[in-house]
């Protein structure tokens, strides 16, 4: 009998083989498929599990997923159970199961459902598959050598299903002839595949031949009491995942963070196996690099699971047309547009600019005047003009009047009694009117123009945050008979500003929504520039509309402003990450067809994700994001202090100056990376936590 080898990796096997080669004693080489020359995300229990629930959602109500598994488990033992009646080995033949399955589920193995069963189980097996790392280069060395390949697996899919993924993982030219124990009913545990191929090929049961896998049993022992050489592939790490996989399943049914756990560590070797990132990195590791991986692995999980999220919704209640709102909506689209399922939708030039401009036709009233206070660098009723379009030169005596002798004072009494005079003259508005008028005129012809006007149910889709656009769009035109029920889907919404938006004008945050009153989803607040940044265009901000011969088109804020000049500077970095996360969406559709978690199930785990990222960034994370320029559409040039500065020891003995910075930074945690320890992070954090509404 020849002699017990075992060998650890690729490189060890095929050093032994080339001094095999050199002796010339070998003429066949065969290899075992699964666990061998391919790597598993998910056990190939759940894969067959995912084929139940899918072949369950087909049939319709009536069927269980927990049914049509136990019903298919119940027909393979019989099958193979017939087989070793029948003198075979324990085995049993896909396309000979699917009929009988079907038959005992429904009646009758029809051949569209029979199609689809086969489809469906070669499909979640390609997505659960990749080629171990190591295999195509012995492979292609193997290919040079004068040998003869052959694939050998224990196996209940038929040969032309293997044949099939081989080709899709482009395995199949470097093999002669593919062999599996479906097609004989003789498996490679009892020797009896080894000897059919013998005949089959016209080779000897000698060491001349060498067979290897990863089964002690099967593809070492069976093959050297047949007479040929059989070698053990131990990969330990392989042997310690395919353990993890088990236990992550294990885990997962007690729901939790475990299913994100689960999800994600099957996302996480898919990104590992994946060699054909769409976005290859020219700067040799340095900043594009960091953000494409930033993208991929921090911020797509998040907009990945925004967008499960919002097709889930749309399934269950449909529009007739969807909009993307820019510019924070254009990522959003991107990803939507990878679905199979999708609405006619278009993105739509919307600002909260132009939105608020056009709210002005009938006056300027307090609460409008206010959102314009909520910038920490207002400037009191300049701010007003920029947030409204409104001409400051009309409006300087008129302030004056009312005892504004700084037109740019900022205001922190928000009921100023000089403010309320102001608002309450006829004067000012009737000027503000008519500039108004003009700015809903131009807005109502280019929503008419897009089909959001006219259309029975719209879904509108953003970043967030408090729905400005979509409280504006119906303030300004609600009374229009022609106006969409709107269902209003963010990323996160935080209405700090409205509460009201009308009746049939749904909002809802799907990552993050604080009516939810959930302490641990609000991390997304904690930090709303970075996703923004992440999901915005690269075109400017919409400040106007323009009427030409072809129709509305937008007005965008001019390239020569400081803040856009800046932004302009960001765009490769902005790119670079969401080619990250569009590589990460590819792969999450993937994991997510296997699995069929619904957005819900993963969500626990997203937060615990970006936790880590927004509260504990390291501090290669904090000098690189900190470097973004962020903008706002509100008419003013500001560019946003994302904290590059952190804190010093002066901050501490200043309580007060400590206090604003604090209060004013768009990423506090980005302040304590000077640190390092993470203690002023999680100190901050539980004070926050405790702080807000549970």
């Keep these: 009998m020849p002699e017990k080898i075992i060998i650890r990796d690729w490189p060890r096997l095929q050093q032994y083989l080339e001094g ?106 390609k997505l659960a598959l990749y080629v171990k790392p190591g295999a195509g280069d012995f492979l292609n060395w193997l290919a040079q050598q004068p040998l003869r390949v052959l694939a050998v697996s224990d196996m209940y899919l038929d040969s032309s299903f293997l044949r099939d993924l081989l080709i899709d993982k482009e395995l199949y030219p470097y093999f002669a002839a593919v062999y599996v124990s479906a097609d004989s009913g003789l498996c490679k545990y009892s020797g009896r595949l080894f000897r059919h191929i013998a005949e089959q090929q016209g080779l000897g049961l000698d060491e001349s031949w060498v067979h290897i896998g990863d089964n002690p049993l099967s593809d070492r022992r069976a093959a050297c009491e047949a007479g040929i050489q059989g070698i053990l592939l131990y990969e330990k790490a392989a042997l310690r995942e395919r353990e993890q996989q088990q236990l992550n399943v294990r885990m997962a049914q007690y729901g939790g963070i475990w299913k994100g756990q689960h999800f994600f560590s099957m996302l996480e070797q898919r990104l590992q196996a994946d060699n054909t990132p769409e976005f290859i990195t020219r700067d040799g590791g340095g900043e594009q690099d960091f953000f494409y991986r930033y993208g991929r692995d921090v911020l797509g999980g998040a907009f990945s699971a925004f967008t499960l999220g919002l097709q889930e919704r749309l399934q269950r209640k449909p529009v007739e047309k969807l909009f993307f ?18 609405v006619p939708d278009e993105y739509i030039y919307l600002s909260r600019k132009v939105i608020t401009a056009a709210s002005t036709a009938d006056g300027l009233t307090l609460e409008q005047a206010q959102v314009a206070f909520y910038n920490p660098k207002q400037q009191g009723l300049r701010s007003v003009c920029k947030v409204y379009g409104l001409p400051e ?168 402003s400081p803040d856009r000049r800046a932004e302009i500077e960001c765009n490769p970095l902005v790119a670079a990450m969401q080619a990250g996360v569009m590589d990460h969406w590819r792969h999450f559709r993937a994991v997510q067809r296997l699995s069929g978690y619904s957005g819900q199930d993963i969500l626990p785990y997203i937060y615990g994700q970006l936790e880590r990222a927004i509260v504990y960034p390291d501090r290669q994370e904090t000098q690189m994001l900190t470097r973004l320029v962020h903008t706002e559409d509100f008419g003013d040039d500001h560019v946003l202090d994302l904290g590059r500065q952190p804190l010093a020891w002066r901050d501490w003995l200043q309580p007060l100056r400590l206090w604003r910075r604090l209060r004013d930074s768009a990423w506090r945690y980005a302040l304590f990376s000077g640190g390092g320890s993470g203690v002023g992070n999680f100190v901050l954090r539980v004070a926050y936590l405790h702080a807000v509404k549970k």
């Design 393 to 560: 030169a009309g409006l300087l005596s008129l302030a004056a009047r009312h005892g504004f002798s700084e037109f740019a004072e900022p205001l922190s009494d928000w009921h100023d009694s000089r403010l309320l005079s102001f608002l309450a003259d006829e004067e000012v508005q009737a000027y503000i009117r008519p500039i108004g008028k003009q700015h809903r005129d131009l807005l109502e012809a280019y929503l008419e123009q897009v089909g959001f006007l006219g259309t029975e149910r719209v879904g509108l889709v953003d970043i967030g945050w408090n729905g400005t656009v979509q409280k504006f769009l119906k303030q300004a035109f609600g009374e229009r008979a022609d106006f969409p029920q709107v269902q209003g889907y963010y990323f996160a919404f935080v209405p700090k500003m409205y509460n009201d938006f009308g009746r049939d004008n749904v909002c809802e945050g799907i990552i993050h929504d604080s009516r939810r009153d959930n302490a641990c989803e609000r991390i997304p607040a904690e930090f709303e520039e970075i996703f923004e940044q992440g999901a915005r265009a690269q075109e400017a901000t919409t400040i106007a509309y323009r009427k030409t011969a072809e129709g509305i088109v937008p007005v965008f804020k001019s390239g020569q």
């Design 325 to 342: 709102v820019a510019r924070d909506g254009f990522l959003f689209r991107q990803l939507y547009h990878q679905l199979d399922d999708r």
């Design 20 to 125: 095999r080669l050199q002796q010339g004693g070998i003429s066949t080489v065969s290899l075992d498929i699964f666990d061998t020359l391919l790597a598993r995300i998910e056990t190939p229990e759940q894969v067959q599990r995912g084929v139940c629930r899918l072949l369950a959602e087909k049939l319709g109500r009536g069927f269980s997923a927990t049914q049509v598994w136990q019903v298919r488990q119940s027909c393979e033992r019989a099958l193979r159970e017939q087989a070793a009646a029948a003198g075979m080995d324990y085995e049993c033949r896909f396309s000979e199961l699917v009929p009988c399955w079907l038959e005992r589920l429904t009646g009758a193995a029809d051949e569209e459902r029979v199609s689809f069963v086969c489809d469906t189980e070669s499909e979640l097996e």
